[in-house]
Each structure stands twice: as C-alpha cells, then as structure tokens.
C-alpha cells in the first residue's frame, strides 16, 4: 500500500479534547484504528490517541469516494489522520464524532494482532513483551507510565525546595563499592571495570561540597534472585545529605512519600481509575518500630528471630500484615548493617540506620554515616573487611 | 582526636545568609575550615559551607576556654559547626562576622592536602581526580555542578510543559541497536549482554503509545577515540515524537535551547561570574543550512568535500568560524545518515535527517523516520545490512 505522508498536517485536538459544545468546528487528529465496526451503509472507526479515543464515522451516501476508499483499507493499529468535522451526537459514550473530510494512512500493520490490546483476551506475559509495542497500548501500561512520570517529578520538585541539586554520577566503575558479590562485570577496553550497583562513594564525596545531593537512575545488581524485589537493572532514587542524622532523613523520607502520593492522587485520577488502584495519603510521622519491639511483635506470632540476626522474607510478610502501610525500622544490631553505619551513642550494639517499609517490602534503607577514620577502620576490620 | 557529633544542632542559615542586620542574632552554621589566620591574640578562621563563606572571630580575651581549645586545633578542610552570634563589622568584606559561643569539630583531615582548593596553587588534572572530593568544593567545580542541574531541569520543565513523558528504559540489553562495532559487552549471568548506546529502540515502541516521551540518562558507547566529544560513558537527552516530521524536531530543539539558556542566565549569574562565562540568549528560529550549502562554503575557504561524504571534524572547525553559535545543517545525502531517515519526496538523494550544531560541535542529530516497512527493508539492504 502507498502511505500518506504528515505533510502538512498536524494535531488540532487530542482525541478526548473534542467535546459536544465543538459542534460543526474542523479538527485534525491522529492515532491508531482501534477497531472498526462496518454496519453496510455505514462505517465505525474508532480511533485511539495517547488520551483516549473517539469514534470517526463514514457514511456511504455523504463520504467522498477517497474518504470511503480509505476508510475500506483500514484495519486495526494501522496509523492513521482525520481531517473533518465534530458533530454532536447522542449516539457515542462521549456525545462526539468525527464526519471526516479527508484520511490518512500513516502507516499499517499485520492483520492478524499477535496480542487483543483492549484485554478482554488476556495474553500471557511472554506474549505480551514480545509484541511490547503493542502491549504498551493497553490503558493499564500507558497509566503506569504516566503515574511513574508523575511520581518521579513530584520527587524531584519536594528534592528541589529543599536545595538538593540532582547529579549523575559514573556507572562504569574500576572496583566494587561494598563487596564485590553482586556486580556485573564490564569489558572495558579489554580491562575489567563493573557496573556501578549504587551511587554511594560518588554521592559521599559529592556532599562534602554541595552538601545536599541525590540522583536518580539506573543501577546494577547482579543478584541470582527470581524474586520481584530483586531486579539486575533497577531505577533508584539515591539521597545523601551533609550535617544530617538519621532522623533528619526520616523525616524528609515521610515527608517526601506523602507528598508524592498526594501528587499521584492530584494529577493521576485518571489513571489511577484504570488501574483500579487507591493511593491513600499517609500521615506524618510514620510509626517507627524499633528493632526490639519488632522481634517481640513477632514473637507474639509464635516467630523467634535470634537477637542480631536480619528479619527473613516470610516473617517480613507478617510484620506487614500488622503494619499494612508504611513505617520505619529503627535501632538495629550494627552488625545487621554496613560497617559505616554510627553505632549508638547510648547503647554501640544499636546502631543509627534505619529501614522504611511498606507492608513487607523495604523501600528505603539508610543510616548516620561514621565520620570518624579510626572508627570506620575498627568497624571495617570488625567486618573481616580491608581498610 | 575525639569528634563531636552533631546532636540537636541543625543549620539556621548558609553562610552567604548572615546579613549585617541581623547584629547580635544567635546563627548555626557548618561547613569546612578554608583557612585559618592566628594573629597572636586574634584567630580569624574562614569557614566555607556549599553557599560561600563567613569568617569566625575567636579573640583570645573574650572567649570560652572550650572555643579557645577548639580553635587552636582546627586544620584546613576539618569540618566543623558553629554556634555564635552575629557581629556587625567593618572589618570584613561582607559587613559580618560571627563571635562563636561553642564549636563543634565534626571531621578532620591531614595536614598536608594534596591540593590548594582555592585553585591559588594549580594542580594537574591527574592529581585532581585523585583527591576529588576536595577538588569537589573549588567554587569553579561546585558552579559547573549547579548549572548543569539547572540546565538539566530546564529541559525537563520544557518537555514536560508540551506533553512529553520522562521514561526509563533498559541499559542492559541482548543485541545492539544500529550494529554492534561501539557497544561494550557485558557478563550477565554467564550470557554475553551489551550495555545500551541509546534508547532509541525503546523510545520508537513508546511513541506508538504515549506518542511524545525523552529519556534522561547515562548511554554507554566503546569507541576509541580520544577527543573531548566522545566520552565511553555519557549523559544523554533523547527525545522522541510522534505524528511529527525533521522540521517540528528542529523547532523543538530551538526553542529548548533558547529557554534552557534562558534560565541558566536567569538562575545562575552567581555560578556563570565564578565561572567567566556569558551565556547568550540565541534567537530563533537558527540558521539552517543545507548540506550543499556547507560544501559550497567550504570550497570559498578552499576546502573540497565530494558530495556524499560526512565532513571531517577539521573542516567543521572552519565551519564553526563562520558561524559561532547554534546553526542547523539539513538536506543530508541519504548516505551520510542512519537507514531508518525519511528520503525527501522531491530529492529522494538527501534526507530529512539534520545535524544541530554549535560552533564546529554536532550537539544532536535527528530526523524524520521511515514509517514504511517496504522501504526500511529496502534501505537495510542497501547499507548491507540484514533486514
């Protein structure tokens, strides 16, 4: 088939901006056929754009014969633009159609879909990613792109107000930040360098100049783990703050995660609808849970965690179900954490680091940092590490 | 020497905030020791935090045996908060001084520093890396920083204020995107993967749903090549559109780059004197040359590109003198560029690709992409590739 090109054609209205009160006005759109319902003497095209669809409606007496040709050739995600006119209806969901003067066939596709974007027949999630493009129409996808877009720029305006300045920093790297178990290995000019599995060496130096930092992007774990907490490659949002304990951190920490969720909830109503899904805005503070009192909660469900040692997965799940929303872990054994997590001031075996959670997930973990050389050395050697 | 921990004490200003009226206000403040002066019965010590610096006065009549003891061993670079009060003063540049009550030595550091932050004593590149974190808090490093996170967040505001959505896609990926000669390898699990050189793959599924979206992020490109334009590891601004052809790209890109340098001016005066650099605000639409008219003034400078060719890197040194600022070139041979650019319909020779230069420096290339497959399969063909 020859296509159309763009020429010089370009988008009036966005599918869900065309309203009833636009009666006769001339509109251009663009999109993908998402179906087309052919009734004789009459043809349904519905046309679907990043915000939604409409219904573009060809008649057989009062179409052109290139409007009629061409609304004949259109089969399902071809890529297509309308030109014509908005009439008010009582006969579509949304009280609109489109009488168009003139269509264009961007571009077309296979007739036989390898998946049904509107989900009413599920794929699996093989099939799925591999027509990922396809599978990236569906409503549901398209929303999670969009709260993600949200979230993550509510993030970084609460991090802006507060004068934290976003870098990037290497992910080529010679050497292991914290042990070398969990790298991916580079070849790097026939030398051996890894993937960076966080910013933290970066983000500590950063600090000691522009005291408040964070980054967000991807990183590398190379952990052997069919779990969906354990991902190789994962998006992180990395924090670090000069002058700053623990509790300060927290702080920002449950201010930050209220003001996303009320962000999300603002913009995303959308979205969230088609999802199905209620973000609830949670208050502030967060409950703090010490270590202890953890493993007595725990205890009461019949579950001895030996004093010292980190909470398994399965008992993480029950904690979550006493504590269904977000909360923090706090005062843990400093073994349980990185060597250069501050020991306690009143009691060295605790340590100032901390875990947020939600339900059983960890979403967050971080900690007072040692300043003291001759401290992080004890600790270090402490570890059975090399300072 | 034993440290102090920060306890309750937070911050109430940056040094750049204490004013000369505010005479007599108790401040806390925290930063880094620049320098130190001791004459005799006066101590002047320069305390640097990420927003400037402010001199503490410790004379020796008036203080606390404490901030006495506490100011003899302050070292350069120690890290240190202060408790005191504000004094209105002649004596300093800025009008202000602060008379400390109590002094708090957070961190310390060797006596000898490997380099002179003040940049008085210039280091070579080599011995700065080594020490970076303290070449980190030279002001020139500490400006370039802040502009880039401005600059990086200006592009953002402008993307997102037409609709574009900020996605994230994979850097670990199976197979290379447009041939495997610049990717770098890497050993995920015992499979051979490579390290993404751009999301361009991904960011064309994306289109075909959320229609606009721009990826900000570290890409990854093994070329051996030591110019200050090709970096192994860099950040990236990859933008893409859909429903749009090469002209609709360029004029995005005009108008992002005039409001980016727009707000740099805007927000950064502080961070551009520090750094000697005037940025000028450019006017749209750039210049758009096409190819043949490069190659035409290039031959008046005596230089003969064979039409077809890309033009060496010597020769866009020549080009950047005759025009020192942002400039377009267009109407490329089809050869020059990628498969997958759009033939102009009148002069299927060129392209709709173009380049988005600055001085001789190609900052991004882009264009319209073939939306037939017909053709693609044809254009692999003939650059001998496998379709």
């Not at 004789?40 to 046309?47: Q, Y």
């Not at 290139?66 to 995600?77: D, G, I, T, Y």
């Not at 799925?128 to 929303?143: S, T, V, W």
């Not at 002058?243 to 009320?262: N, S, W, Y």
């Amino acid at each position: 088939m020859k296509l159309d090109t763009l020429g010089d054609w370009r988008r009036t209205h966005y599918s869900v901006d065309v309203k009833p009160e636009m009666d006769g006005e001339e509109v251009t759109l663009f999109g993908w056929v998402q179906e087309v319902r052919d009734l004789g003497g009459i043809r349904f095209i519905i046309l679907q754009d990043r915000e939604g669809t409409i219904q573009i409606t060809v008649s057989q007496k009062n179409s052109s014969k290139e409007v009629l040709a061409k609304s004949e050739a259109l089969q399902k995600r071809y890529s297509i633009g309308v030109k014509g006119n908005v009439n008010k209806t009582t006969m579509t969901p949304r009280g609109v159609e489109i009488i168009p003067k003139e269509i264009k066939i961007l571009s077309t596709a296979t007739i036989q879909l390898p998946i049904d974007i509107t989900g009413k027949t599920p794929a699996s999630l093989e099939t799925r990613l591999d027509a990922r493009a396809l599978d990236l129409c569906r409503e549901e996808n398209k929303a999670i792109f969009k709260v993600q877009h949200v979230a993550v720029n509510a993030i970084r305006d609460f991090l802006f107000e507060r004068g934290f300045i976003e870098v990037h920093t290497p992910r080529i790297i010679a050497s292991a930040t914290e042990g070398g178990a969990a790298l991916f290995s580079v070849n790097y000019f026939d030398k051996k360098a890894f993937l960076a599995q966080s910013p933290q060496l970066y983000k500590e130096q950063l600090v000691m100049s522009l005291e408040r930092v964070f980054e967000v992007g991807p990183f590398f774990r190379a952990e052997e783990s069919h779990t969906r907490r354990h991902l190789s490659e994962f998006v992180s949002i990395d924090i670090e703050q000069a002058f700053a304990d623990a509790e300060d951190v927290m702080q920002l920490l449950e201010q930050l995660i209220q003001h996303v969720c009320k962000t999300v909830n603002e913009k995303c109503q959308k979205e969230l609808s088609t999802l199905k899904y209620k973000v609830e805005v949670p208050e502030v503070p967060f409950k703090r849970l010490t270590y202890e009192e953890v493993l007595r909660e725990l205890k009461k469900k019949g579950a001895d965690v030996p004093w010292g040692e980190d909470i398994p997965t399965p008992l993480l799940r029950t904690l979550g179900k006493l504590h269904p929303y977000f909360y923090f872990i706090t005062d843990w054994p400093r073994q349980t954490k990185a060597f250069y997590i501050q020991p306690k001031e009143d009691n060295p075996e605790l340590c100032e680091g901390f875990d947020l959670m939600w339900r059983w997930i960890e979403l967050v973990s971080g900690g007072t940092r040692i300043a003291s050389k001759e401290l992080l050395i004890e600790r270090l050697r402490e570890k059975g590490l090399n300072p």
